[in-house]
């Protein structure tokens, strides 16, 4: 089935333009669930004798607080384990940022819109919060990525505040995503808020605000995946022709938390983009590749 562009928009439905298969989730996640159910059936209806359990983990809430990865290592014993997420063949990622969900909270104090001097202005004072998060952004990060897993993630993503048009604000709530680097904590990224805070304090007396870590993911660095990144890498070359490409990424996957437990781990995945969003998209080509090396790279670890 094919349809143009601007019909895509308006459909949830999964459509296959030339080597493109569009609609939400297309890549994140449905391709790598796909590649690994295909690979475990041929590799089940193959006979080849592999000396261990191979497990097939399609786990829940990822983009939310990895409930499912949780429970996973919670209660299964892995030796290595592969991560399958958007990146492009011959990529793998074996470090990458950590992120942290934050509130910073603004207070003010409730007022008659007619009375001024009675009344502190909360937006007025977030505004500013937000313009030294947007300078720090632009000074620190953005001029001074990560060699391995580019510019730290910062940015807005909710905002609430008010009660009235004729009322001064007395409370501001503005939630944000930021990024931490291996190395770094989000206690870090806490003090950087916190000196944003007293700068603003010197130039408003009246302001006080306060941060809360709604979320805190450390970052991904991957430890003794040498024999996985092995079986992986020859199966690169039977595949594609080339080795793999060591590499970071400056987004958060559960490959953290499956090495936090002590697990060896690395992730690849196939070509696709526009994540999230009604034009996401998943290279059908490279999603063949994938299948295979995973299978072959399977059948080295194992064998």
Not at 42 to 67: F, K, M, N, Q, Y
Not at 175 to 195: F, H, N
Not at 216 to 221: A, G, M, S, T, W
């Amino acid at each position: 089935m094919t349809v143009s562009r601007d019909e895509i928009v308006t459909l949830l439905d999964q459509l296959i333009e030339g080597d493109r298969m569009y609609g939400i989730g297309a890549v994140d996640d449905k391709a790598g669930c796909a590649a690994a159910m295909i690979a475990i059936r041929d590799l089940a209806t193959s006979g080849i004798p592999l000396r261990g359990d191979l497990l097939i983990a399609l786990v829940i809430d990822e983009e939310g607080v990895s409930a499912g990865t949780e429970h996973l290592v919670a209660h299964h014993t892995m030796d290595a384990a592969i991560v399958i997420e958007p990146a492009a063949l011959p990529v793998a990622v074996t470090e990458h940022q950590g992120f942290g969900w934050i509130d910073v909270i603004v207070h003010g104090k409730a007022a008659h819109g007619s009375s001024p001097d009675a009344g502190v202005d909360a937006i007025v004072h977030m505004a500013e919060v937000i313009r030294g998060l947007h300078e720090l952004d632009e000074r620190e990060w953005k001029g001074n990525p990560s060699a391995m897993n580019g510019r730290t993630v910062f940015h807005t993503g909710t905002i609430s505040g008010g009660t009235d048009y004729a009322t001064y604000p007395s409370r501001v709530v503005l939630g944000i995503e930021i990024g931490s680097q291996p190395g770094e904590t989000m206690a870090d990224r806490v003090s950087d808020i916190e000196r944003i805070f007293a700068d603003v304090t010197s130039r408003y007396p009246t302001f006080r605000g306060e941060v809360e870590v709604r979320l805190d993911r450390e970052p991904f660095v991957g430890v003794g995946y040498e024999a996985l990144y092995a079986a992986l890498e020859s199966a690169s070359l039977e595949v594609l022709g080339k080795p793999l490409e060591r590499q970071g990424m400056n987004a958060w996957t559960d490959a953290a938390l499956l090495q936090a437990a002590g697990i060896p781990t690395v992730l690849i995945g196939s070509l696709g983009d526009n994540l999230h969003a009604p034009y996401e998209w998943a290279d059908i080509p490279e999603l063949v590749q994938l299948t295979e090396l995973l299978k072959i790279a399977i059948v080295n670890f194992l064998r």
